[in-house]
T-cell receptor, first 115, second 112 residues
């Protein structure tokens, strides 16, 4: 089975531009998570969805960040406008939340560089 | 969320066992102990989890202290591919959020 698929793998853009990161979760999973990883702050949860509904977005840094999950097989994380401090690796993960403590499965991430 | 404490780094020789410790003195009775690892340039990968009893799977073993205030991830024969950052994470059994709170983890270096 395919794992969590993220695109693009790498993105380099200039500050002020809109950035859209994409994620396809594992089929059958009903929870989806967006994380960000930097050297300074490590891995941080930004937002998570359950059954396509955003449940907790307390980790989203500011209004420039938004995430959507229009259906069970696709999610986007958008940054508009982007800033150099947004440079990081962004991970998407999915899991089955029907029973407690199911593992999360991570994609390989999108390495974002804002110049 | 309950916190965990892990050494910043550890070293091992290839094909030798590795014991990665984790302290979680404030663990509650309903917290599960999860371990994830992150290989270079990859996303985190689930390794194992347990509640009270020791657990084994194809990747590793998890030894949980009787008072549950500490646990040890055991890699029975380290390979070069096991070089990664290992994260010990507590998750509440009744936690409907299913969030993972990552600490700084232990960076494992495996010498050939």
């Amino acid at each position: 089975d395919a794992g969590v698929i993220q695109s693009p793998r790498h993105e380099v853009t200039e500050m002020g531009q809109e950035v859209t990161l994409r994620c396809k979760p594992i089929s059958g999973h009903n929870s989806l998570f967006w994380y960000r990883q930097t050297m300074m702050r490590g891995l941080e949860l930004l937002i998570y969805f359950n059954n396509n509904v955003p449940i907790d977005d307390s980790g989203m840094p500011e209004d420039r960040f938004s995430a959507k999950m229009p259906n069970a097989s696709f999610s986007t994380l958008k940054i508009q406008p982007s800033e150099p401090r947004d440079s990081a690796v962004y991970f998407c993960a999915s899991s089955w939340a029907g029973a407690g403590n199911q593992p999360q499965h991570f994609g390989d991430g999108t390495r974002l560089s804002i110049l | 969320d309950a916190k965990t404490t892990q050494p910043n780094s550890m070293e091992s020789n290839e094909e030798e066992p590795v014991h990665l410790p984790c302290n979680h003195s404030t663990i509650s009775g309903t917290d599960y102990i999860h371990w994830y690892r992150q290989l270079p340039s990859q996303g985190p990968e689930y390794v194992i989890h347990g509640l009270t009893s020791n657990v084994n799977n194809r990747m590793a073993s998890l030894a949980i202290a009787e008072d549950r205030k500490s646990s040890t991830l055991i890699l029975h024969r380290a390979t070069l591919r096991d070089a990664a950052v290992y994260y010990c994470i507590l998750r509440g059994r009744m936690d409907s959020s299913y969030k993972l709170i990552f600490g700084s983890g232990t960076r494992l270096l495996v010498r050939p």
